[in-house]
Structure formats: C-alpha cells, structure tokens
C-alpha cells in the first residue's frame, strides 16, 4: 500500500503540472484506521447478534427479520442528512465524529437491554450513528483522493475497514470459546474499540475541508444535485438490488440449520466472508476504475446469487459452506466501495455527500424492506425456498439493471 502526505495529490507534484501520483492519500488511510477499529468493534457485535436474538433471547425469524432490517435499514433516516450536514458546512469530519460516537455508546448499552422494545432501541441508536458518518466520511475520501484513483482510494479504504470486520468475529469467537454464553464480554469489549476509534478520528483525522466549504451549499441546490438526471438510473438500479439483498445473518443461520454445527463456531462464518473482502477490495477497485465501476457492481450481484444458489442446496459440507462465504466476499469487494465510487463522480463537487447519502439511503431502505420479506418467507416456506425465490427474482433483475446502467460511466459531472 502507497501513502501519500498530500491530502489532494495531483497538481503540485514534482514533475510538472497535473502529473498523477498513483499514491493514496495519508487522510483515506487514518480512515481506513478508524473503520479497521469501529469495524473490530461492530463485527463483534454483528457476529453473534443473529444466533443472541434467535437462541439467546428467542425471537422467531419474523421478529429476527424485522430487527436485521432496522439493522440494514434504520441509518436511512440520517444518511443523508448527514451527507447534507458535511456538505453544508465544508467540515464533515465533525459529523462523522458525531455518528461514530453514538454507536460507541451503543455498545455499552447492550449490557442493559434485554427486550426486544430494548434491544431494538440501542440496535437503531447503532445504525442512526452509523447512518450519520457514512456519507461525510466517504466524501473525504472522494476529496482527498485523485479522481481517476478513486475506485483504488475507495478499495484501500474497504481493505483496512475489512481487517478490522475479520478481527471482530474472531474476538468474540475467542470470548464465547473461553466462556461460553459470555455475551456481557463481547458488549464490554466491543465498546473499548470503538472508543479507541473515536479517538483517532478526533486527534489524528485532518480537519480537512471539502470543496463545499466555500460554496456554501444551500438544502434547495443539494436537492437539485441529488435529483439530477444524471443520479436517477443508478439511484434506481441502487434500489432494485438492495431489495434482493439478503442480510448476511440470515444467509449464516441457513448454513448453520443446514449443516448443524456447533453454535459457538457461527461468528468465524463472518471472517470467512471477510477475508475474501479483504483479499479482494483493491483488486475490486482498480478493476472498477479501469473497466467501468457500473460493470463491477452488477458483476458483483451475480456472485450473490451464486452464494444464494448453494445455500439452498439441502445438503452442505464444509465445502460448500466455504463457497457460500467466499461468493459474499465476492459480492462485498465488488459493491461497497464501487457504488460510493460511482456515486462521486455524478454529482458536483459541492454536493458529493449529498449524493453519496442519497444511494446508501436507497440501499439501507431497500435491505430493510428485504429483512422484513425474507422474515416472513423464512417463517413460510423454511430458508432453502426462500433463497430460491431471492435468486430467481435477482436472475431476472441483473440483465435490467445492466442496461439501466449502460453508459453511465461516461457521465461523469466532475470528468
């Protein structure tokens, strides 16, 4: 990995004008920090939730499927009045300061919530903060990255960001190993990361100002920006795949009723997926950056209908399990850091956040409307049918996406 000082490489170079310096930027680096710890932080968490909620506390997949769309979904509500908050002022490293410490707090207040009423609130607290930093943290990354490097900034970004959503599960699978049921340590332990990753942002993060800073972007201006011809495709294209989007955790407890292992091995399910996430996020975005991000993102939905496909067999194995986790791993590489890539290059300067906000909003929206669904189908018809119903439906959506989104890579507004 290449690091840059310069928070904007390009223009000052030695070398002459404009050369462009194959570099990342120091800033998207101390991000990709923050995230490596939040992430520690969150995967802990996220890890074990979906076996907590269903074995621990007894929730029925309706009521599971109903909480991991909060999860997926609630951040919709403050994505893009976050985007908005970054934009408006020029200084978006102070309201991602804002959402990470809400959901830092959250993690100390699972050692109190019991309910479902409870869990639920502190699980919406959770995505409302990471709904907040979202946007004006992927701005700066856009900022302070050379434009035809932003797929590879936005890779770089995502791999750091996945070290740390490897490290999580493997610290609450060494927790629930050394103490079975152990969940209050996995709460305790996950908040000190996440205050550790506060705390770099606020004292090592550059206070690094956008180009919005001194446009001073009005609500009526972002709204035209984000409204734009240029963002309805895939805006809608967003919106189509994430309602067949199936939440990871439900994908997990398929292979796990499938395959019947023990319980305290289900959070090592998460760092298979991520270790391929890891492997696979630079290569992802530099692949995007050379043959079209709107290639790589549908490209990426065919690696999760393929995941789909083989959880539904009715017999698994270790191999199979090992495909379905390497396929998600796939997808992710090929779609987290490349639709905010895309995004970024449709939109004004001036309005970046806004119009990164708007597709996570559309995203976050549409997984929570798919949570909810696949609950109530799982409830039904048992998972193996419901993946089969998922995957049929996104066989027929990808070929329509992928002419919605022809061309669109050479729309760029900031070309």
Do not use: C
């Not at 050369?19 to 802990?44: A, I, W």
């Amino acid at each position: 990995m290449y690091v840059t000082l310069r928070d904007r490489p390009g223009s000052d170079e030695p070398g002459g004008a404009g050369r462009t310096v194959k570099r990342v930027s120091s800033t998207v680096v101390l991000l990709g920090v923050v995230s490596l710890l939040t992430d520690v932080s969150s995967e802990m968490v996220a890890s074990v939730l979906p076996l907590y909620l269903t074995a621990a506390v007894g929730l029925s997949p309706v009521a599971y499927g109903f909480l991991d769309g909060m999860y997926q979904g609630v951040s919709a509500f403050l994505r893009i009045a976050g985007g908005y908050a970054g934009d408006r002022g020029g200084q978006p490293k102070w309201v991602a300061v804002l959402g990470y410490g809400a959901s830092a707090l959250s993690r100390i207040a699972m050692l109190v919530a019991t309910g479902f009423a409870a869990i639920t609130a502190v699980v919406t607290v959770d995505r409302l903060g990471k709904g907040l930093r979202t946007a004006p943290r992927d701005a700066l990354i856009a900022e302070a990255s050379d434009p035809k490097m932003l797929g590879r900034a936005f890779g770089v970004h995502r791999t750091l960001d996945t070290i740390g959503a490897a490290i999580g599960p493997l610290v609450a699978f060494a927790l629930l190993a050394a103490v079975p049921g152990s969940y209050d340590s996995i709460w305790v332990v996950s908040f000190a990361f996440a205050v550790i990753g506060v705390a770099v942002l606020v004292l090592f993060v550059p206070n690094l100002r956008t180009a919005a800073g001194t446009a001073r972007i009005g609500l009526r201006r972002a709204f035209r920006a984000v409204a734009g011809r240029s963002l309805r495709r895939p805006l809608l294209a967003a919106g189509v795949l994430g309602l067949l989007t199936v939440g990871d955790g439900f994908l997990y407890l398929a292979l796990q009723e499938r395959d019947d292992f023990a319980a305290v091995y289900f959070p090592l399910l998460y760092v298979g997926t991520n270790l391929v996430y890891l492997a696979l996020a630079v290569p992802m975005g530099r692949l995007a950056d050379r043959v079209g991000r709107a290639r790589v993102l549908v490209a990426g939905h065919g690696a999760l209908l393929a995941a789909y496909l083989l959880g539904a067999l009715p017999t698994g194995g270790l191999g199979l399990t090992l495909a379905v986790l390497a396929l998600l791993g796939v997808f992710y590489a090929a779609t987290d850091g490349v639709l905010p890539a895309l995004i970024s290059r449709l939109v004004p300067d001036e309005a970046r956040g806004s119009g990164i906000a708007a597709a996570q909003t559309v995203v976050a929206l549409a997984r929570f409307a798919s949570s909810v669904v696949f609950g109530l189908l799982w409830s039904l018809q048992g998972p193996a049918w419901s993946l089969l119903l998922f995957a049929g439906l996104l066989l027929l959506a990808v070929p329509g996406v992928a002419w919605l989104l022809r061309g669109i890579d050479s729309t760029e507004v900031n070309a």
